[in-house]
Each structure stands twice: as C-alpha cells, then as structure tokens.
C-alpha cells in the first residue's frame, strides 16, 4: 500500500529576531496541521520566504531570495516586512519584481500565510494528534529563545519605515507573554530574549491594564512583567529598550540578579539637532545622566547600542558630539550603520544629504574609535568570576556567552578546558584575557 505524501514547505526566513517570531508562529501552525517542513527546496511542494524589507540592502537580499526560490522550485509564497513595502509609484515591490509569486502579505500575518498555503498545498487531513510541542517550533537553538511582547510602534523616527509596515504599538497580553515563557522554561530554554519595536513602551496602548497569570492580577508592563519572568530561574535579557524614565525601575532587578544587568538601548545619535531631526525621543545629556544613575546602582551592567552616521544634516561638529558622547557614555557594545535612504522614510526629504564615501568613512571612523572603550570595558572583566551560558562545544573547548553577551550580535567567551561540557548548561568560569569583542577563560564549576 503506497503511503500517501505528506504536504511539504521549504521554508527561507530573512531579517531580524521579529521577523523570526514572525517566521515561528507560522511554522507552529504548519506543524500543527500536519505539513512537513524542509530547510531546501529539495522534495519541498511549495516555499515560503520571509522578508525583510527595512533598509536597501535587505530589500535586494529578500528579493534575490524569492528570485531563488523561485527558480529553484517555482511556487512562492512571500511574507514578511518587504510584502507591504510599495515603491515610488505605489506597486507592490515584491510582485513587480517577481510577478509569478504565488500570494504577498505583510508582516506578523500567520493567518493570511496559512490561507495561502490551504489554497496552494491543501493539508493531508485535520490532525486529531498533536504534532507540536507545547512550546511551539523554534528557530533558535533549544537553549534560548526570543520572546516576543509586543507588535508595531507609536513613534514616527524619520528614518523608518517600520510603523507603515507593522503598525501601531499593540501590547500582547501579559497572560499571554508569561504563559509562553513558562512554556518556554519547561521545555529547557535557559535564556529568554525579550524583543519588540518599542520594549520599553509595553502596555502604554492598553493603559497598563490589568491581566492575569496563574490567577494574579498583574499590570500589562514591562516592570511588572520582569517581575514575573524572573520568577522561572532563567536568564532574562531585554532588547529595544528607549531611554524612557520608566526604564529606571528596571535596574534595581538587574542589580539583585533577578532579570541580566544588560541593556540594549538604540540610541542612535547625540547630537540635539540630529535627535530633533530623527525625532528621537530623549537628549544625549539626559541619556549621560540616566547611564550614570544606572550603574551607580547596578555596576555590573552591559550596555549596547547602535547608531547611524551620515543622516542628512550630519556636520563635522554633529559627529564630533557623537564621538564625545561615546568617550563620555563608555558603552560596552556598539554597532554602526551609514545612513540609508530608505524609499518612503521621511529624513530622504531633509536637506543637507551627506555623501555615500563620508557616511561610510565616519561610520569606520565611529567603529574604530569606539573599539578602544570596548575593550577597556572587557579588560575591567580581567580576573573576575562569572556564570556563562554555553552555546557550542568541540575538542578544542567551549563557546559560551556571558550575561553582557547577546547571541549573534555581541561578543563569546572562549572556554579553553571546556570540551566536556555541554550545549546549554551553565557553568563558572574565570576570565584570563580578552581581545575586542572576546573573552577568554577557564572553568571553575558547572552549575
């Protein structure tokens, strides 16, 4: 008797930790359904590709993606941040480029994705078992996974296009959140990372109503829902978090170990007139005031933070301020982008563009002058004893990450005698050196 096939999605995700939210709430579905899913196009019926669309250069990777896709399997479905960005003229990007996609949708559409697929790849049958965990389907290693709080943004920053594509802030319920998250921790994650446009605007939309979990009351903010993340005995790490005064009430969680004394804060830029122009909320002197006050409460605090050179308007004397700023902040990790004139972003009608060579040149120059505070920062660390997750283990030792270590997008901690440890555990290390962006160290214990 031949089995019958069992519908089949191939399955391309772009962009960055809310599109990967994004990706995993339809990959949870697909499961739940009974499809299979496939990392190729190889034996795939049909591919799904999730976009992004926030500068130009992720809107030719997200189109170069569906181009291969295409030509390698033929039947595409595209989602995701490029799905709901138009061009100059008012079309559809996505299908001017590639008219023989199968269906578009914008961004943190699962069910839009699903009817496409239903039409496209009916389902074998409605499962009567289970085939997803409770925790749902991950993209991220079993060890930690991101925590999505809330979608879209009420700010209008001049160079993003992000509130046209996502919307307007809207908070997910704190029941909701914190029931993910014990999920999460029973399934053996060991670090939550929570994300969202605008962390630290969480439940402004709702008023801070009141919602409940495990039969409390509890306030849809994020305060209180550190609060109760801290409860599980996991790592906690907060990302996207604006400067707002509220953060303030984060701290003191940090400094008693309850949630990682780490802060991943967009600054963007320092100087007042660039701020205005970006329509950033906040001033730098305010931002220097508010760093100082943290880490007189809590020492032991990481703090990363990007920032973009060359938006229009920027003078010689604007990024000369930048400069400063960083000399006087001492911010452990920093990341760099040279303005991108992205289609649609309003700061494209500002006067007083800069030039490509010297948006690039004061991004490298902002690079290199920011690698000395960095590692000045890691040599403080030089002696001292802390807790490491650990992400990857060979022969050679152990690759972990410390609590001012994000993964992906800051730096590892090179364990030398690490071989017999394991993926996902913690353990206690010592830190011998350092480098840049790296440390190195040996064990002390396993937790």
Same mark, same amino acid.
């Given at each position: ?11 391309? /995700?772009?962009? #960055? ?19 299979? *899913? ?43 941040? $490029? ?8 079309? @559809? ?26 039409? %496209? ?9 289970? $085939? ?11 060890? %930690? ?52 446009? @605008?962390? /630290? ?8 109503? &009141? ?8 306030? &849809?903010?994020?305060?209180?829902? #550190? ?17 707002? +005064? ?15 004394? %780490?802060?991943? =804060? +967009? ?16 001033? /730098? ?19 990363? /933070? &990007? ?26 990790? =920093?990341?760099?982008?040279? %303005? ?44 001292? &004893? ?28 090179? *364990? ?32």
């Amino acid at each position: 008797m031949n089995k019958k096939h069992i519908p089949t999605v191939g399955f391309v /995700s772009l962009g #960055c930790p809310k599109a990967s939210s994004d990706a995993e709430a339809i990959l949870t579905r697909l499961r739940a359904e009974g499809y299979e *899913i496939s990392g190729n196009y190889d034996g795939a019926d049909l591919v799904v590709v999730n976009t992004c669309g926030f500068i130009d250069a992720a809107v030719e990777e997200s189109l170069d993606a569906i181009g291969e896709a295409l030509a390698e399997n033929g039947k595409v479905i595209v989602t995701g941040c $490029l799905g709901a960005k138009k061009d100059a003229q008012g079309r @559809d990007i996505v299908q001017t480029a590639h008219p023989s996609v199968l269906a578009v949708t914008g961004p943190h559409a699962t069910q839009e994705v699903m009817d496409a697929v239903h039409n %496209y790849l009916p389902p074998l049958h409605d499962p009567f078992v289970d $085939l997803v965990p409770p925790q749902g389907i991950r993209l991220t290693p079993p060890h %930690y996974a991101y925590l999505k709080i809330s979608e879209g943004c009420n700010h209008r920053c001049t160079f993003c296009i992000i509130p046209s594509m996502r919307g307007d802030l809207v908070s997910r319920p704190i029941g909701d959140v914190l029931r993910e998250a014990e999920l999460l921790a029973a399934s053996g994650v060991k670090e939550l990372l929570v994300i969202s446009q @605008d962390t /630290s605007a969480y439940g402004v939309d709702v008023k801070y109503r &009141t919602g409940f979990w495990g039969g409390q009351p509890v306030k &849809t903010r994020l305060k209180e829902l #550190c609060d109760g993340l801290a409860q599980l005995g996991i790592w906690v790490r907060l990302h996207y978090v604006y400067p707002y +005064p509220s953060v303030d009430d984060l701290i003191p969680l940090m400094a008693e170990g309850k949630i990682l004394p %780490y802060l991943d =804060v +967009p600054f963007q830029h320092a100087s007042p007139r660039i701020l205005k122009a970006m329509k950033r909320p906040a001033s /730098s002197e305010n931002n220097l005031e508010r760093i100082k006050k943290w880490r007189s409460i809590c020492p032991e605090l990481t703090i990363r /933070s &990007t920032f973009i050179t060359g938006f229009p308007g920027e003078t010689d004397a604007d990024f000369e301020e930048l400069l400063q700023f960083l000399e006087e902040a001492e911010l452990d990790r =920093v990341g760099a982008f040279a %303005y991108s004139p992205v289609e649609g972003a309003k700061a494209n009608e500002l006067p007083g563009a800069v030039p490509d060579e010297v948006r690039e040149e004061r991004k490298m120059q902002l690079m290199e002058f920011q690698e000395d505070i960095s590692t000045r920062r890691l040599e403080a660390k030089i002696g001292k &004893t802390m807790q490491v997750l650990i992400d990857e283990v060979d022969e050679e030792g152990a690759v972990a990450r410390s609590p001012g270590d994000a993964p992906e997008i800051d730096g590892l901690v090179y *364990i030398t005698d690490g071989a017999d440890l394991e993926v996902g555990e913690f353990a206690t290390v010592t830190i011998n050196d350092c480098d840049v962006h790296d440390m190195y160290a040996t064990l002390t214990q396993v937790s």
